[in-house]
């Protein structure tokens, strides 16, 4: 079973930052691609910054230069977002897709961490 947790959402005025925190649990044995994806009201599902396997990155070009998308080991990552703008408004989910220890694929959500911007 895997485990995926969010924090770091939030209030923030335009212009601003916030920084998303995202960790991963449980019978991992390898990670193929972690990342952040968003959902605004009334909208799908989107991709904003993720790592794919090999370590490279992908980013929605409405975010490229001002979200930023790191780590410090493979089972964490981060998502630095900076000048936000009221459209940035979504709740955030991070989504891990991988391998466990026995051996399946898996691909995991946490649960959501909603992003305010105010304009």
């Known amino acids: 079973q895997v485990q995926v947790v969010e924090s770091g959402g939030g209030l923030v005025q335009a212009g601003g930052s916030l920084r998303l925190s995202c960790a991963a649990s449980g019978s991992i044995l390898s990670i193929n691609s972690m990342g952040w994806y968003r959902q605004a009201p009334g909208k799908q599902r989107e991709l904003v910054a993720v790592f794919t396997s090999g370590g490279s990155t992908n980013y929605a070009d409405s975010v490229k230069g001002r979200f930023t998308i790191s780590r410090d080991n493979a089972k964490r990552v981060y998502l630095q977002m900076n000048s936000v703008k009221a459209e940035d408004t979504a709740v955030y989910y991070c989504?891990?897709?991988?391998?466990?220890?026995?051996?399946?694929?898996?691909?995991?959500w946490g649960q959501g961490t909603q992003v305010t911007v105010s304009s």
């Open positions: 989504n891990v897709d991988g391998r466990t220890n026995g051996g399946s694929r898996f691909g995991s």
